[in-house]
């Protein structure tokens, strides 16, 4: 009877150094995993400075009118990319009046994988880009960005998705050349 009784307590005892090893792992997985999360939230960010930076390089070095210094992406299904484009105003107006823009984004062409040469892309491949469409209005010398979100939903198609992103003035002439996004969709 007392062999019993010391072997349940036993039992009870390396059951409990069990689940107290169990917790300790547990609590450093979780440590572990958000310290990642928060690492990546701050790459993004950092990301985005640079990306800004980046524009307004772009716009004031170099003096380009529309400027999208990232314009390729590799997107898994389900998945999304922030684009910036950056628009100087170099017109000048003997008024002193804002010149306003509008942003355009329309899809262009399809390319299938090589190894699919037939397979057929989204037809409604356009839908997968969010922005601001409002016209913006800018002095002379002056600059913005504006965020393109292409967002890949989860049954696209593997391949190249090209768009056109256009700057037009309020008269709806072309302003700068036309920027090209390119998104390979895996």
Do not use: C
């Amino acid at each position: 009877m007392m062999e019993t009784k010391k072997g349940a307590i036993e039992l009870s005892a390396n059951m409990l150094v069990v689940i107290i090893i169990s917790l300790v792992v547990l609590a450093g997985g979780i440590t572990i995993l958000f310290q990642f999360v928060s690492d990546a939230e701050k790459f993004e960010e950092d990301l985005d400075v640079r990306t800004e930076a980046e524009i307004q390089r772009l716009l004031s070095q170099e003096g380009r009118q529309v400027a999208l210094p990232v314009s390729k992406a590799t997107i898994s299904r389900g998945e999304h990319r922030l684009f910036g484009l950056g628009i100087l105003n170099t017109i000048t107006n003997p008024d002193g009046n804002k010149e306003t823009f509008v942003v355009l984004v329309n899809p262009a062409t399809y390319l299938p994988p090589q190894s699919d040469p037939e397979a057929a892309g989204d037809p409604e491949f356009g839908s997968w880009v969010l922005y601001n469409p409002e016209p913006v209005s800018l002095g002379e010398q002056e600059s913005t960005s504006v965020e393109i979100l292409i967002d890949v939903p989860r049954t696209a198609a593997s391949g190249t998705y090209l768009f056109d992103v256009t700057v037009q003035k309020s008269d709806g002439r072309p302003y700068g050349p036309i920027q090209k996004i390119q998104v390979d969709v895996k």
